[in-house]
């Protein structure tokens, strides 16, 4: 009898901490739901302190740090929330680098990072690491949507990435195939066809058709765009995008 209650003793704190981290997990998906994903990331973050190998919390506050970070007014806030996202990333390839969502997740942090970089040299090493990242969890996992919007935003940003990220093109491409608006439009095609409501990419790919000159197709596109359902605390300002944009093709 004695061993049974020492049994239950020792093992009550894991059935107490999974029950912990199963409710934190409900209430950081209910706060997305209910758009507020500073709320979210702080559960997410909770769950982390337990169970520092919780790869969706990972997942989720990479995913989080990258989207709260975007709307951070002050530049020095924004990187310290964009290398926290890289460094979730980094812990989430080091747990399992046999999996397509931490090389993504990479690919979105480093995304981030060469955004908020000003050294030209780093800017280079971030945008490399994007298509790397990509490219690994694609070979992975094919039909990762979130996997197929990074490569397909890669193509379309690189090619109109202003004249100082060209002048290191050599650079940027060595051992890596030119981008062009025709993969843009297949990695974005293939993300919408697993993805069909996801806003940002349904936009992305009506701007690679408009300027792959086929208005027709970019017109198609954000007409379904702008009746598309909103899901983050960001779509309705992309398909305000997406309405404006129908406007001056019309």
């Known amino acids: ?131 790397i990242n990509a490219d690994i969890a694609l070979k992975l996992n094919p039909n990762h949507a979130m996997a197929n919007f990074i490569e397909g935003k890669w193509q379309y940003d690189m090619i109109n990435y202003n004249w100082l990220k060209k002048l290191a093109a050599k650079t940027l491409y060595g051992g890596l195939a030119e981008p062009s608006l025709d993969n843009a439009i297949q990695y974005l095609e293939k993300c919408k066809s697993i993805e069909p409501y996801f806003v940002l990419n349904s936009l992305i790919l009506a701007k690679a058709y408009r300027d792959n000159n086929n208005p027709a197709k970019a017109i198609e596109t954000l007409q379904q765009t702008i009746k598309l359902p909103t899901r983050t605390i960001d779509d309705p300002a992309y398909k305000a995008e997406a309405q404006k944009l129908l406007d001056a093709l019309q």
Request: proline share 2%.
């Open 1 to 131: 009898m004695k061993l049974k209650w020492l049994i239950i003793l020792l093992f009550t704190p894991f059935v107490l901490l999974a029950q912990d981290a199963a409710q934190l997990m409900k209430e950081a998906i209910n706060f997305e739901y209910q758009f507020k994903e500073t709320e979210a990331l702080a559960k997410y973050k909770q769950i982390l302190i337990n169970e520092p190998n919780n790869m969706k919390a990972l997942l989720k506050s990479t995913e989080l740090s990258c989207s709260t970070g975007e709307r951070l007014p002050i530049k020095n806030d924004k990187r310290l929330t964009f290398e926290s996202a890289l460094s979730y990333a980094k812990r989430m390839l080091a747990i399992d680098s046999n999996n397509a969502n931490s090389y993504y997740a990479m690919a979105l942090a480093n995304s981030k990072m060469a955004e908020i970089e000003t050294e030209n040299k780093k800017i280079i090493a971030f945008i490399r690491d994007v298509k």
